[in-house]
């Protein structure tokens, strides 16, 4: 990447961008150590032999991170935060597994006050084999263009807030 993500202003829904990474027993290993999860599903060979995935698996919350990293690299400099992730776990992942994760916008809301807006995607995650192994929903607030920043200022690209009114005070008799 060139350190030029997606601005706000040029996503639009139904957009879909894709991520593959291979996963390596480096992941396995680091990912226990990173949440401190040992379960021998993860970490121990002869025991993951015996169990109903026949090898050890990558937690769920490693591939649900990965499935975000896809997401940081889409909007890469132009993020400001990654508000809401939720990850649906469908099969296992294997070291060796390649993941593409696909994201889908499948919504916008304007926020002029922060210089962008809130992006809201689905997602899926398939192995090399095109089984589903994960899906989720993620929000990101984005920063928009200069361009876009600049007309929502002056008014030019949103329609202008309405203040209530306040009622008066009740008369007293």
Same mark, same amino acid.
């Given at each position: 990447?060139?350190?030029? !993500?997606?601005?706000? %202003?040029?996503? =639009?829904?139904?957009?879909?961008?894709?991520?593959?990474? #291979?996963? #390596?027993? #480096?992941?396995?290993?680091? !990912?226990?150590?990173? $949440?401190?999860?040992?379960?021998?599903?993860?970490?121990? %060979?002869?025991?993951?032999?015996?169990?109903?995935?026949?090898? @050890?698996?990558?937690?769920?919350?490693?591939?649900?991170? $990965?499935?975000?990293?896809?997401?940081?690299?889409?909007?890469?400099?132009?993020?400001?935060?990654?508000?809401?992730?939720?990850?649906?776990?469908?099969?296992?992942?294997?070291?060796?597994?390649?993941?593409?994760?696909?994201?889908?916008?499948?919504? =916008? #809301?304007?926020?002029?006050?922060?210089?962008?807006? $809130?992006?809201?995607?689905?997602?899926?995650?398939?192995?090399?084999?095109?089984?589903?192994?994960?899906? !989720?929903?993620?929000?990101?607030?984005?920063?928009?263009?200069?361009?876009? $920043?600049?007309?929502?200022?002056?008014?030019?690209?949103?329609?202008?807030?309405?203040?209530? =009114?306040?009622?008066?005070?009740?008369? @007293?008799?």
């Amino acid at each position: 990447m060139d350190g030029s !993500g997606r601005h706000y %202003d040029e996503v =639009r829904l139904g957009d879909a961008f894709r991520r593959s990474l #291979t996963v #390596t027993d #480096t992941h396995l290993v680091v !990912g226990a150590g990173l $949440i401190g999860d040992f379960n021998p599903h993860h970490v121990d %060979d002869a025991y993951a032999a015996g169990t109903r995935f026949g090898t @050890r698996v990558l937690h769920g919350v490693m591939t649900s991170a $990965i499935m975000g990293g896809a997401v940081g690299m889409i909007f890469h400099g132009t993020a400001v935060a990654y508000l809401e992730h939720a990850t649906r776990f469908v099969a296992p992942v294997r070291a060796g597994d390649t993941l593409t994760t696909t994201w889908t916008v499948v919504g =916008r #809301t304007d926020k002029p006050k922060h210089g962008g807006g $809130i992006v809201a995607m689905r997602a899926t995650a398939v192995n090399q084999r095109g089984e589903t192994v994960a899906e !989720g929903d993620g929000k990101m607030l984005v920063r928009a263009s200069a361009a876009w $920043i600049a007309a929502h200022a002056r008014g030019g690209g949103a329609p202008a807030k309405r203040t209530p =009114r306040k009622k008066p005070p009740a008369r @007293r008799k």
